[in-house]
Every structure is written in structure tokens, then in C-alpha cells.
């Protein structure tokens, strides 16, 4: 018997509208959150709104003062280098386990992924490789077979798609090394040697916190200078 799948609740809906605005780069890093914008966006009202920020900002996509109003999240380094870390702990420890129990179709999907990333960067698509990038990182995840590593995962993964897609949007990191990067750990899970894919997505995952340390602008904080853009 397979158990009931109950609904997505208004506040669920209205979190994943938002949650996938900033993380498609719909709302820049920094920027201003009105509820009565989004709300009108939505065709809700403000309390779903009020609620799904309060949820995102547990996720560590939103940051909400009291003073200032809500906005989309500006980390500086330490805070990128932690999200990293934790990052490499599960994918690493996900990808040992993919090429242990689910080898061929993590190939597969992985492969397929690369592919879409080099379609779109033939058709000058930056989002579109940032989607691509996301499903191949996710298709590791899924290669665990590991709902609980997979829970954590998603709970801490937001903030990072959305400053890759910063960096390959608007500060056009460097594609080229990241299609390479990802053909090597493709083909590291092709050859079953687990130990080569870590080592190989350990320092493809660090090239990102290199990535914004070099190219995003910073304040006299080192943080990310806010974006004016308002929801």
C-alpha cells in the first residue's frame, strides 16, 4: 500500500516560488524584499508571503530585520566556505556510495548532464547551464540512495545554487574549467574509483568558494554590496 501524498500547502507553493526566483537569479543576491510586491507577483496575500520568508530565511536564503525589512541573503567568505565544506562532506560521501550501488544509471545521469551543460553553453545559455550543473550535482545525491543524506542536502543546498548561478549569470565565472571539471568526475564514476570522484568533486566544490572570493565585488565588511533590484 502506498502512502498518501498530501498537497503542497499555500505557504509550501509560495516558498518554492520565491526559493526558485533567487535561486534562478530572479532576485539578485542582496535585494530588497517588498511582501506587498511579492505578494501581488503571487496572487496571494501578505500572509503566505510573510510565512514562506520566514521559512526561507531558516533555509539561509532570506534575512529578516526587524528595522530594515526582509532581503535575499549576501554571505561573505566564511560564511561560503562553511556551506562548501559541509557541501563536499555529503557529495563525497554520496558519490562513494552511488558508484557502489547504483553505477550505471549514476553514469548515465551524469553523462546526460554534462551534455546539457555543453548545449548550453554552445547557445550562449548561462541559466541554462546552471540548471544543468544543479541536476548533474543532484543526480549524486540521488545515486546515494539515502533519504536522510538526501534531507540534509536539500536543507543546505539553496544558498549555494544561488550563488553559482550569481557567478555563471553575472559574474561569468569561468564555464570552460567547469564543464572540464565535471567530465572528470563523470568519467572517475565511469572507472568505478571512488576515491578519484572524491578527490576530483573535493576541488571542483572548493573552485566555487575561490570563484567568489575573486570575482564578486565586496564592501569594507566583505560582504556582497546589496543589490538596489526590489521584489
Known amino acids: ?47 503566505p508571503v510573510r510565512d514562506a520568508l520566514a521559512a526561507l530565511q531558516a533555509e539561509g536564503l532570506v534575512v529578516i530585520s526587524p528595522k530594515r525589512g526582509s532581503f535575499v541573503f549576501t554571505p561573505d567568505s566564511h560564511v561560503v566556505d562553511e556551506l562548501c565544506e559541509h557541501r563536499v ?49 543532484n543526480a549524486i545525491i540521488e545515486s546515494a540512495d539515502n533519504r536522510a543524506l538526501a534531507k540534509s542536502y536539500v536543507l543546505m543546498i539553496s544558498p549555494l545554487k544561488a550563488l553559482r ?22 568519467n572517475a564514476v565511469r572507472d568505478k574509483d571512488p576515491d578519484r570522484a572524491i578527490s576530483l568533486l573535493s576541488a571542483h566544490v572548493g573552485h566555487l568558494a575561490e570563484a567568489f572570493r575573486a570575482n564578486l565585488s565586496t564592501s569594507q565588511d566583505g560582504k556582497i554590496s546589496p543589490a538596489t533590484l526590489e521584489a
Open 1 to 47: 500500500m502506498q502512502p498518501v501524498e498530501h498537497p503542497k500547502s499555500l505557504n509550501e507553493v509560495t516558498a518554492d516560488k520565491i526559493r526558485n526566483a533567487i535561486v534562478e537569479g530572479e532576485l539578485a543576491l542582496g535585494a530588497k524584499l517588498s511582501e506587498q510586491r511579492l505578494a501581488d507577483l503571487l496572487g496571494v496575500s501578505r500572509s
Open 89 to 137: 562532506i555529503l557529495e563525497t560521501a554520496a558519490v562513494r556510495l552511488g558508484i557502489t550501488r547504483n553505477p550505471s544509471e549514476l553514469t548515465r545521469q551524469l553523462a546526460a548532464s554534462c551534455d546539457a551543460m555543453q548545449s548550453a553553453l554552445d547557445a550562449g545559455d548561462p541559466h541554462g547551464y546552471t540548471r544543468a550543473d544543479h541536476q548533474f550535482h
Open 165 to 186: 548561478t550569481h557567478l555563471f549569470t553575472i559574474m561569468t565565472e569561468n564555464t570552460d574549467r567547469s564543464l572540464s571539471e565535471h567530465h572528470l568526475v563523470l
